[in-house]
């Protein structure tokens, strides 16, 4: 089992950036390609990104290409989703998760989910 643990979220003003963190408690997540979801109220989970199990490839939902960047760093066994620009329709509770491969992430079958870190855009 791999629990995933998120951290980062805050209040940023729009334009501006945070940094979002993943890290399992346990068992590293080297093996799994992982990415970022997100829900806002009212909303359905939608995906954001992923990233391949070394990093080498990397999938981004057409709102945020361009502003957010993931990344990951299997030495230290952390996922990153880096969010620049933050925008009014980018807040909501973001969720890591570790799936099979990006094509499993990409369509929303996920192996292990994380509880979740608030991001709150103020205008």
């Known amino acids: 089992q791999v629990q995933l643990v998120e951290s980062g979220g805050g209040l940023v003003q729009a334009g501006g950036s945070l940094r979002l963190s993943c890290a399992p408690s346990g068992r590293t997540v080297s093996r799994y390609d992982m990415g970022w979801f997100r829900q806002a109220p009212g909303k359905e989970r939608e995906f954001v990104a992923a990233?391949?199990?070394?990093?080498?490839?990397?999938y981004y939902t057409g709102s945020v290409n361009g502003r957010f960047t993931i990344s990951r760093d299997n030495a230290q066994n952390t996922v990153y989703l880096q969010m620049n620009s933050l925008q009014p329709d980018d807040p909501a509770v973001y969720y890591c998760?570790?799936?099979?491969?990006?094509?499993?992430?990409?369509?929303?079958?996920?192996?292990?989910w994380g509880k979740g870190t608030l991001v709150t855009v103020s205008s």
């Open positions: 998760a570790a799936g099979l491969t990006e094509q499993h992430l990409v369509a929303g079958t996920v192996n292990y």
């Open positions: 990233i391949s199990s070394y990093g080498g490839r990397t």
